[in-house]
């Protein structure tokens, strides 16, 4: 029988709590520099990206003005080179 598990290092994956939309006090990008916005990083942007295609507006996301500024600019380059949805994309079935 080799079951092996990793002893403690199953901070990963998995829902922990139900928390709705935690609230930030920081925004993320002022909290950890090393977070850049880019453009070309539509992961990152995606967070910031409802289903739909919306900006999340900034009181939900928790950014600053600052910060939410650039990630509309960077979400707004990222939909013109398609990158990410102008509108709705469930087409992904
Ligand atoms: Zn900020």
């Given at each position: 029988m080799a079951d092996e598990r990793t002893p403690q290092r199953s901070a990963s994956s998995g829902p922990r709590k139900k928390r709705p939309f935690q609230r930030r006090k920081v925004c993320r990008f002022c909290a950890d520099k090393q977070v850049s916005i880019d453009y070309k990083d539509p992961r990152t942007l995606r967070y910031f990206?409802?289903?739909?295609g919306k900006i999340i507006p900034r009181r939900i996301s928790g950014n600053c003005s600052k910060h939410q500024r650039e990630i509309t600019e960077a979400i707004k380059r990222a939909r013109n080179i398609a990158l990410l949805p102008i509108a709705g994309s469930h087409a992904t079935a």
């Open positions: 990206v409802s289903e739909r």
